[in-house]
């Protein structure tokens, strides 16, 4: 036989076997990519984070014809333990055995806590013979494993744990397969995250839920106790300014004059804690009626003024209006949020000139911070003695004044009524201002 012919003949088998190489090799990276896709379908379907990620190491498992599959973190605790938190395939108690540690010592410098330590992919080529892997070799040889390949998870450039993925197979990891593994960690790292994520919102909003709640809970049980109490006050309230009044009409001159002075002090202060009362009694029962309809603004622009045509004539006032639009509201509310606004403009007035009163609107959108949604933004502005903008805030609460009882008449309570009443509406009420110079008070409805 010639030499040509004694060639050709092993060519052949040589041929086949490279063939039959690379046949498997291609085989391997379509299941890795194929176990690619399907860890992605996991994290769609995961409800939780350890689900997540045993479906993760079990389609390692499954898809690309390994051994085992293991998750493990990298606890911050003194020892940098690494726990076992996910697993999938032949495992019999090896985790148990294990007693990793992320640490630069002993059983720190094997693939998994070198992985986590650098961040980045470790390779176990041959446990039999790789000296860092001593610690484990009599437990993983056992069961049958023969190498592994330990990817880190990363988030924010810093390993927070690390996937170890067991083989049979001595040096069965091709160049190729690591990479798309590495992806597949990558993509492990993003959904914990994720879902991580996912749960701490879905918390926060049950927790911010839970608050609301309790804090609606608590205003109406506050609203109540403030109608209850202050609706019982009434009845010993009347009977003491009763007795008062009979007091000072049928003992007035037969006493000494402190007598009478304290009698009338008596009786103004029933006078001013009845007020007080009936004021609380008003705050409270907003929101009571809570029926809303389309009402036309300038008919509770209207309806405030006749309640306030005293004061109007006796002021001498020029209450003018733009063309108000018709909003959805309890009707009662809104007339009486106009006429605390405008009243106060003819209470706080400058005395060398008569109040000057505008009523004005105009449509704004969603961009600005006062309205997150197309509103009506209302303003009532005076020619008044103006606000000093330090108390911006302070005089929407309740029973707070910023002028004496001899200056300027009332009880503190309008205002909070009014923010009460234009927030249950979904809007805000705001004022600006500067001393001497008017002020105008704003508030947002829906439109």
């Known amino acids: 036989m010639s030499r040509k012919k004694r060639d050709s003949k092993f060519e052949l088998p040589n041929e086949e076997l490279r063939r039959s190489r690379q046949e498997l090799e291609l085989n391997r990276l379509n299941r890795t990519l194929k176990a690619h896709s399907h860890s992605y379908q996991a994290l769609m379907r995961a409800a939780g984070e350890k689900e997540y990620m045993d479906e993760v190491c079990k389609i390692v ?14 606890e911050e605790d003194d020892a940098k333990t690494v726990r076992p938190v996910a697993y999938s395939g032949f495992e019999e108690g090896y985790l148990d055995t294990l007693q990793l540690t992320w640490a630069d010592t002993e059983r720190g410098r094997g693939p998994t806590g070198t992985s986590i330590r650098t961040g980045q992919p470790c390779m176990c080529r041959n446990m039999l013979s790789d000296p860092a ?31 170890s993925i067991y083989s049979r197979e001595p040096d069965p990891f091709l160049e190729d397969e690591v990479k798309l593994l590495s992806e597949l960690a990558g993509d492990l790292a993003y959904g914990i995250d994720a ?7 879905v918390r926060a909003e049950q927790a ?24 019982d006050l009434k009845e010993p309230l009347r009977m003491v300014t009763g007795f008062m009044s009979l007091l000072k009409s049928r003992c007035q001159g037969q006493l000494d004059d402190k007598a009478d002075e304290y009698i009338s002090f008596a009786t103004e202060a029933a006078t001013r804690m009845q007020e007080l009362i009936d004021a609380l009694l008003s705050y409270s029962r907003v929101g009571r009626g809570n029926a809303t309809e389309s009402v036309a603004a300038a008919q ?17 006032a020029a209450i003018t209006m733009d063309s108000l639009p018709t909003v959805q509201v309890n009707a009662v509310e809104l ?28 449509e704004i959108g969603g961009e600005q911070a006062c309205a997150p949604r197309s509103s009506w933004l209302f303003t009532v502005q005076d020619n008044g003695i103006g606000i000093d903008p330090t108390f911006a805030n302070r005089i929407f609460m309740i029973f707070q004044r910023l002028h004496t009882r001899d200056e300027f008449p009332g009880n503190g309570v309008g205002l909070a009524i009014c923010k009460k009443i234009v927030e249950r509406h979904g809007g805000k009420i ?18």
């Open 300 to 316: 509770a622009v209207e309806r405030a003024l006749g309640n306030l045509q005293i004061q109007r004539e006796e002021s001498g």
């Open 430 to 447: 705001w004022v600006e201002s500067e001393p001497g110079k008017g002020a105008a008070f704003c508030f947002t409805l829906p439109a």
């Open 195 to 201: 879902i991580r994520l996912r749960i701490a919102h």
């Open 335 to 362: 007339t009486q949020v106009f006429q605390n606004l405008i009243g106060n403009a003819l209470k706080f007035r400058r005395p060398d000139a008569a109040p000057r009163v505008h009523i004005g609107v105009r």
């Open 208 to 231: 911010l839920r839970r608050t609301a709640e309790e804090l609606a809970r608590s205003n109406q049980e506050l609203e109540q106790f403030a109608y209850v109490a202050s609706h």
């Open 61 to 74: 498992v499954e898809d690309c014809g390994h051994s085992m599959v293991w998750i493990g973190f990298a």
């Open 133 to 163: 892997f001593e610690p484990w070799r009599a437990a993983a040889l056992k069961r049958g494993y023969a190498s592994s390949l330990v990817l880190p998870l990363l988030a924010g450039g810093k390993a927070f744990g690390a996937i």
